[in-house]
Every structure is written in C-alpha cells, then in structure tokens.
C-alpha cells in the first residue's frame, strides 16, 4: 500500500467524505488514491479560493472537516483568504499540501517556497509527514487538531513518502470532546444574573447554531430581566418559526456602543467581546458604553450550550417559557431594486430548510433584520472579512447538504473574487441559487470614504470604488461557467426568478441589478 | 500632509507610475492620495492575484517597480502566487499593504492576522510603517531593496499613519547599480572556454534580455567550440532578426540531460545550474550529465553583462561576427488545431516589437521552439510555476508599454485562475490580445499520471485532470468580463482571428479549441 493510500485509507476511516481539490504534479500519488478509496469523494475546484472556501461551508454545515488537496506553497496561498474566513468561522478542516519529493526539497526548484510560514497564520496546526509508514499517524495528528482547536489543520506530504509503498492505514481517530465550562465562571454569571440589572446575554459559536441553546438563553435573559444579541458574522445562525428572533449587533462601532446602551453587564455566550471591524479615529477597539462590565460564561473552547443549560437550572429559568416575539411582516417588493427589496424576495420566496450564504457585505445587513419572517433556515455569514467567501461556501454547504436549498446573497465585488466556484457548482449539479446584489460598486468604499470625510471623492479615488465601467456581465459569466443565469430589475421579476429557480434541479444565478 | 500623500510623493519622486491595486476600509488613506499625487496612475483589479501579476509584467518590461496595493493580510494572500513568480522572475515591486491602525491591531478585529509570515516567503524585505513622518522614509528603503534585491518589497501601512497628518515626501532614492562581476570568476570562465573541451554556455537573467549580451555570448561559445542554451521560464527574452537564436532547456529532467550531453562544461552566464521543476523517482535534483562541470560567470547579483563583455575580451571574441544561424520555416497551419498549430499562427500574425506572455503549460513549449522565425519581439514566460500569472501579466506588460501589442498565449486550466484580469484589460483599453489553448483538460497533469506509471487512470484519477463537463465557455466569460471573444477551431480562422484582433485596438480573446 502506498503512503498516498494508507492516510486516505485513515481519513476514510475517520469519517472523512469530501476532499475539495486542486491537483498538481506532487499530489499525483493523492490523486491516484482517490480510486483506491472510493469512500472520499474528489471534488475539484477551479482555483484554491474555491477550494478553501467550500471545505469552510462544508464543515460549517457538519461539524465535520473536509479535506482539501492544495498544490504546494503558492496553490496553498492561493487558498489562504477563505482559510482565514474558515479559522474565525473555527471550521475544522485538514489541508493536505503536496510537497516536493522529500530529497528535492533543498534544491531550491521552482515552486519551492517556505511552506509552513504560509501556513501558520491560518492554522492551528501545522506539521509535516515523515514517511509512508507515519504518513497515516501524522494525518490522525492533523484530522484531532482541527477538531479539537477548531480550525484549519495543515499536513504537507512529500510527494516520495505519497508514493512509496509501506502505507498503512492508522486507527480511526475519534472526535475528541469539548471541555465542560468551569462552575465557578458559571456561577459568577448567575450571581450578575441575579443582581437585578440589566444584562444582555452576546450569543455566538455554538449557541446561535442550537435552536435550544438559542431558546434557553431568551429564556435566562427574559428571567434576569435583560435581552440577548447575537454577535455579528457568525459561521451558523439557526432560524425559524420554533426560534426565538435575536438581533445581531451592527457593523460600525458607533452603532455597535448604541445597541449596548443602556444595559449594564455584557454576558458572552459562545461570543467574544465585541470589536470594532476597522480602527476608527475617536472610536475604541471595543465599541462598548462606558461603564459596561463583561463576563464570559465559558471559555472559548468549552460547551457553551453545557454550560448554558447549567446557567438556567441555577437561574431557575430551564422550565420557563421563553416569552413570545413579534416576527417582522415582510411585504412583497415592487418597482425598482434596493438591498431591502432583495431580502424581502428572498425571505419570501426561500424553501424550508434553506441554508442562506450571506455575502452581501453593502447589502447584507438587510437579509438577517427580517429573516425570522422566513421557514426554518440557517445563514452562514463572512466570518473574517476576507472578500469571495460567499459562492464558495455556497458550494461546499451544498456538498454536504444535497438534501437542502442553497441561497447565496452575494455582493457583485466579492463575486468577482472567486466566481470561478459556479463552475463546480454545474459540475456537481448543486442546488445552489446564487443572487448578485449587482451595483457595480465597492459600495462599502463609498461608505468608508464618506467616514473618512471624503464626500466628493476626485476621480482617482472614485474610480477605485466604481465596477461600473465596463459593469460586468454576470449573466455572461454565469454561462460561461455552466449555470443559467437571469437577469431582473424589479421586485416583481425577483420573486418570478427566485420562484423559478427554486423550482428546477441544479445551480441558478440571478443578477439582480440595484 | 497626511502620511500617505508623503509616501506617495516620494514613491512618484523615485519615478514610480503606476499603482496595481485592490484596496479595502484601511488603505482609503491611499486612496485619497491618489487624487493628491496624479504622477502615480492607480489600476484596479478585481482580485490580488490580478493586482500582482500585473505589477509582475510591468516590472520585467520597465526594470523599475510598480505599487500594489492590497487589504491586510487576507488581500495580500490573494497575490501572493503571483508574487511567487515575481520573486523567481527577480522582478522588482513594492506591495503596499494597508495595516489596521495601530492601537487596533491588538484587539484581534476580524481581518487581523499575521501579515509578515504571509509576506516574507515572497519578499526580499518586510517592514512596517512607524509613524505618519517617517513613512515615506521608510517607502523609500522598502523601493530601494526591490531593487537591490530583484524582489518584491512589503511595506505594511498602518492605517493612522496614513491618514495623521505629518507626511513629508523623503528624498528620492536612486537606483542601486549592480556590482560588477568578480574578475576571478571571469578569468577562471576564461580559462575554461581556453581548454579546447566542449562547454555550454547557459543564459538567462539580464543576458537573454539583452540582445547585445546573447549575441556577445554566442560569438564566446563559437571561439571555444561550444554551444549557447538558454534556461527555462525566463522572466524576459529577447528575440528578432539581429539576434542568434538560443534554444531554451527542455521542461522533464531526463531531456535536459539529452540536451547537455556531450558538452564537458556548464557556464551559467546570469543562470542558475538546472533544477528538475519536480523531483521524479529516480532522476536526480539536478539533471547535468556525469561528468559535468559546472561554473558561474557571475554571481546571481552581479552584473553579468559586465561580466560578459569581459570575458569577450579576455578569450578575443569580442570583435567576431556571430555565427550564421538557421530559423525555422514555419508553415501556415490548416484544418483542426494542435500546440503547434497555435504557435505557429502567433509566429505568423504577430506584428513588430510584440510582447509575447506564454503561459500555455502542455503547449508553452510549441512557441519558444519556432519562435526565432518571428519579428522582434520579447517573450515573458512562467517562473515560478504558480499558475494563473498569463492573463494579469499581459495586462501589467500592456499598462507598461501601451506601444506594443501584447499577445498571451494561454492554456486553459490555467485562465481560469485570473481571468478577472480581462476586466482590467476591458477597463483600461489595452491591446491584449489572449489566445486560450482549449482542451478542456489539465493536460499537465495527464502526462504526470502517465510518468507515474498509471496508463488508465480510474474514474476518479480521470476527473481531476478534466475541465470538460460542463467546458467553460470562454467567449461567455471574456465578454462577461468586457472583451471580445472568438472561438475557432482550424488553423485558416486562427490566422484570421489573430490578424483581425491585431488590427484592432482595445484587448480581444480568442478561443483556440484543441
């Protein structure tokens, strides 16, 4: 058995379904082992950003990683955005990195280059196979990592310890556990809980993925008096009708420090302290109102929704009901496009079961305000701020979701990033619809020159936010890459498209021109 | 003044033009100097990968660097491949990075990461901003070292030094000279060529660029009994009717060794000793023939045209005419199209003075090999092997010498990593004109299945070296994008096409399906 066999075989084992791939000349032996062990299947990607990204919707939908195939250092960087999307998203995901053959590394050929600097900054795990015998081992090594830091893993295989023979499959790693959450965090929260202020409990990771984790949590806060959040750009937020609705914080810090006022202890829950996503003059790092205290009901890596469950027996809220929330109406657009219109028709319109990919930036803010208007969805939101997530993380949660619509709210700057990933949609016949918010702008550059007091930008600066000129076609760039494609302009053909698109097997594009 | 507008003026000081940039929130200060400093021309890309290749091409054509500008670390990864091939082409350019502001980037805000371990595998120098006032001295240092070191150059720019006001444009710095070549070597060569063995000389860097150092190192070759070559993926080679044909170095090991063998010493003249691209079983690192000696004209920094014209004196060629050499006949291709159909279309149609980008992969070789039948004419080709860098090279070659025509000859697999660069090409009104070699296929990766001994690939195996369900539609996409496109598939409507394309201003695509 060959080393390339003997850690496919491990994957295998360990549960490992999917690897999202790019080949080159030193992942041949990889490629090879995709025959052998039947049990992964290869999905190709026409460029690593597809790669990465999709591997990052695919674990965010299962809790499970995905393995890519990534063609040495600069096929690797090629895939390092969404790999930073993926480690704040804490995706686990194993990376395998072809490598020059062993005893080729020092002759300095030419796409040699220092791997694991590359690597680092986006995993929490980096390591490298010794030979065919220990390459399965090391693998195992690699899948516990990103399980247990939740976040990318990075294995670099040598080509010669691939292809040699003495491969043998190692024993099946198991899923490691979260570490319970500390009493004594839990009781202090409980003590604030109990204080008769205001709190406000910051949902995030694992909690807004729960819907009991999500209802315990109104529950507590409701029983303390105070109010939940969610913190903004989670990696899974579940939805729907049996959901308590919970706002999301907003994006510019002054707004963030508003939507805190008047509460009197920040609860984390799954979440981090808020922070500001740019550095603004006069603005703190952290937008909170002065005099908030913080307190964090769990570690980072530890059960929150554990620890949440033992926060309401010791509140005495586990049996309560959480109290009833008003759901927002959402009226059906008509007339011309704007960022609220296309929410509306998406909430409208989306199936039950739904996953929302959200990568609206400009626009994105209005789908979650009126989404607890939708059936039972959840939305997978930019984690990192690293720009092109959006379809291939579409792609991926299609992967592992055949059995549910995909929605993807995309802006037109950051489709252009990585829209090489509708390609593998048509390959995969993925029920994804992809809908560009297309206003041929980096609108969120208009914003930033307006905050930087640029009202009237000269040419020079305009030209670098406007897309306009020539404004590109996706209806063009769809079919070139093998998806049907529509293009709308009123609220009334997006409902039509969306509806039909909905309707019929397989990847849809709607440009929907604002 | 703010910081960025020092920086920007002592950049336009040094003689810098133009700016490749994709910038985000935290280089809006850059941004807004671009109205301030209009020496500096910013071109936009739709993603890094596009914004560094394109700096790339514009470096080889002018020998003098270009900005980048790019968003943190997640923007700066995006170029990072094309970077890689920079640095193997010595190509100098100073990326700018937009930083948070300082006293934000230990909050860990979303878009933080490590920037200087993404940087330094691609950089000959890494620094960061210190203040609004010493930023410009610190640009200055950060251009001197890309060309010093024929490497891209990372400043990373906090966001608060380029907005504080401050800024004092720092004097200009001058161009380093390269040192001269160490007469010893040079004496040693001498000695070498004198000993009535068979050497070869082997060319590249700064001599295949110059038309003068490869005529000067083929009258060598010929007073010593020897031969010129010249090595594989030069940044910039030279060719036209005054100038000697030089055959470029096969791409699999075993070829380079058929090439070298018979000759008893290797000369590197601006080259380095041959290196297999990927280590194979069997084969050596370097491929020389047993026996071979090798020795260096120059060291990689030198200068080794310097080095040339005095080893021309010492061994009495300097004054010998160049030895007559045959150029290939080439034959108008008819009916359906293969590599060497394409080629020799190119050959046939291209106009004087044209640039050539080839990043053709399985069909790279097809054009160097009859191209010396061509007008004058540079050929830029892949140095690194990071794929994706033909169509953002043509574009930067094109924005560097908008006076000659360019024409990239591109393989397929590849396009689809960057074809965003069309919309630049689309935007600035360049004459790019692009020839997809379409096969549908990783063609690469077919013969690498075959070397490694698998015949009939498995069904698996075969899926990742094909791009044919669905085949991309590359007139769909480059019209997409803004350009017109053509698809053909005989040698007579190629001829046709490419004439038509040369005849017209603005960029143009041209589908060649295989």
């Given at each position: 058995m060959k080393g390339s066999e003997g850690l496919l075989a491990t994957a295998a084992a360990a549960g490992v379904d999917v690897c999202f791939a790019n080949p080159g000349t030193t992942e041949i032996p990889l490629v090879e082992a995709f025959d052998q062990v039947p049990e992964v299947r290869a999905v190709l990607g026409l460029s690593e950003g597809v790669v990465t990204g999709a591997a990052d919707g695919y674990g965010r939908m299962t809790g499970r990683p995905a393995l890519t195939l990534l063609h040495l250092g600069p096929g690797f960087a090629n895939g390092i955005a969404n790999l930073h999307n993926a480690r704040r998203a804490r995706t686990p995901i194993v990376n395998l990195i072809g490598e020059h053959a062993s005893w080729h590394?020092?002759?300095?050929?030419?796409?040699?280059?220092?791997i694991e600097s590359l690597a680092k900054p986006v995993s929490g795990w980096v390591g490298r196979t010794s030979s065919a015998a220990a390459a399965s081992g090391e693998f195992a090594e690699a899948y516990l990592a990103a399980l247990r830091n939740h976040s990318p893993a990075t294995l670099i295989a040598a080509a010669d310890h691939m292809w040699s023979q003495g491969g043998v499959p190692a024993t099946a790693p198991a899923a490691p556990q979260r570490p319970q959450g500390d009493e004594q965090q839990i009781a202090e929260v409980a003590k604030v809980l109990a204080a008769g202020r205001r709190p406000v409990l910051l949902l995030g990771g694992q909690v807004v993925e729960s819907p009991e984790g999500i209802r315990t949590a109104v529950r507590i806060a409701a029983a303390a008096g105070g109010a939940v959040l969610a913190e903004r750009g989670s990696a899974r937020v579940e939805r729907g009708p049996g959901i308590p609705p919970v706002p999301v914080l907003p994006y510019f810090p002054e707004a963030v420090t508003e939507a805190l006022q008047g509460y009197s202890d920040l609860v984390l829950v799954g979440a981090r302290t808020p922070v500001s996503f740019f550095g603004y003059k006069g603005q703190p790092s952290h937008p909170l109102p002065s005099g908030m205290a913080v307190h964090e009901?769990?570690?980072?890596?530890?059960d929150a929704l554990h620890a949440l469950a033992a926060l309401a027996e010791r509140t005495g809220s586990a049996a309560e009901e959480p109290p009833h929330a008003e759901r927002p109406e959402v009226v059906a657009p008509a007339g011309p496009l704007d960022a609220d219109a296309i929410a509306a028709a998406i909430v409208l319109t989306q199936p039950e079961n739904s996953i929302i990919v959200n990568?609206?930036?400009?626009?994105?803010?209005?789908?979650p305000a009126i989404?607890?208007?939708?059936p039972a969805h959840c939305e997978l939101s930019q984690?990192?701020?690293?720009?092109?997530m959006g379809m291939p993380v579409a792609t991926g949660a299609a992967i592992a979701r055949p059995d549910r619509p995909v929605i993807n709210l995309q802006a037109d700057g950051s489709a252009a990033?990585?829209?090489?990933a509708l390609w593998t949609q048509a390959r995969e016949s993925l029920n994804v619809t992809t809908v560009i918010c297309s206003n041929s702008r980096y609108r969120i550059l208009d914003h930033e020159l307006q905050r930087a007091g640029i009202d009237d930008p000269g040419a020079a600066a305009a030209s670098m936010t406007s897309?306009?000129?020539?404004?590109?076609?996706w209806l063009s760039v769809a079919r070139g890459f093998g998806v049907e494609a529509v293009r709308v302009t009123t609220g009334e053909d997006l409902l039509k498209a969306l509806g039909r698109a909905h309707g019929e097997h397989g990847p849809h594009l709607v440009e929907a021109v604002l």
């Amino acid at each position: 058995m060959k080393g390339s066999e003997g850690l496919l075989a491990t994957a295998a084992a360990a549960g490992v379904d999917v690897c999202f791939a790019n080949p080159g000349t030193t992942e041949i032996p990889l490629v090879e082992a995709f025959d052998q062990v039947p049990e992964v299947r290869a999905v190709l990607g026409l460029s690593e950003g597809v790669v990465t990204g999709a591997a990052d919707g695919y674990g965010r939908m299962t809790g499970r990683p995905a393995l890519t195939l990534l063609h040495l250092g600069p096929g690797f960087a090629n895939g390092i955005a969404n790999l930073h999307n993926a480690r704040r998203a804490r995706t686990p995901i194993v990376n395998l990195i072809g490598e020059h053959a062993s005893w080729h590394q020092s002759a300095d050929a030419p796409l040699h280059s220092d791997i694991e600097s590359l690597a680092k900054p986006v995993s929490g795990w980096v390591g490298r196979t010794s030979s065919a015998a220990a390459a399965s081992g090391e693998f195992a090594e690699a899948y516990l990592a990103a399980l247990r830091n939740h976040s990318p893993a990075t294995l670099i295989a040598a080509a010669d310890h691939m292809w040699s023979q003495g491969g043998v499959p190692a024993t099946a790693p198991a899923a490691p556990q979260r570490p319970q959450g500390d009493e004594q965090q839990i009781a202090e929260v409980a003590k604030v809980l109990a204080a008769g202020r205001r709190p406000v409990l910051l949902l995030g990771g694992q909690v807004v993925e729960s819907p009991e984790g999500i209802r315990t949590a109104v529950r507590i806060a409701a029983a303390a008096g105070g109010a939940v959040l969610a913190e903004r750009g989670s990696a899974r937020v579940e939805r729907g009708p049996g959901i308590p609705p919970v706002p999301v914080l907003p994006y510019f810090p002054e707004a963030v420090t508003e939507a805190l006022q008047g509460y009197s202890d920040l609860v984390l829950v799954g979440a981090r302290t808020p922070v500001s996503f740019f550095g603004y003059k006069g603005q703190p790092s952290h937008p909170l109102p002065s005099g908030m205290a913080v307190h964090e009901l769990a570690d980072s890596d530890a059960d929150a929704l554990h620890a949440l469950a033992a926060l309401a027996e010791r509140t005495g809220s586990a049996a309560e009901e959480p109290p009833h929330a008003e759901r927002p109406e959402v009226v059906a657009p008509a007339g011309p496009l704007d960022a609220d219109a296309i929410a509306a028709a998406i909430v409208l319109t989306q199936p039950e079961n739904s996953i929302i990919v959200n990568e609206g930036v400009s626009s994105s803010a209005s789908y979650p305000a009126i989404a607890d208007a939708a059936p039972a969805h959840c939305e997978l939101s930019q984690t990192g701020g690293a720009i092109g997530m959006g379809m291939p993380v579409a792609t991926g949660a299609a992967i592992a979701r055949p059995d549910r619509p995909v929605i993807n709210l995309q802006a037109d700057g950051s489709a252009a990033y990585t829209v090489q990933a509708l390609w593998t949609q048509a390959r995969e016949s993925l029920n994804v619809t992809t809908v560009i918010c297309s206003n041929s702008r980096y609108r969120i550059l208009d914003h930033e020159l307006q905050r930087a007091g640029i009202d009237d930008p000269g040419a020079a600066a305009a030209s670098m936010t406007s897309l306009a000129d020539p404004a590109v076609d996706w209806l063009s760039v769809a079919r070139g890459f093998g998806v049907e494609a529509v293009r709308v302009t009123t609220g009334e053909d997006l409902l039509k498209a969306l509806g039909r698109a909905h309707g019929e097997h397989g990847p849809h594009l709607v440009e929907a021109v604002l």
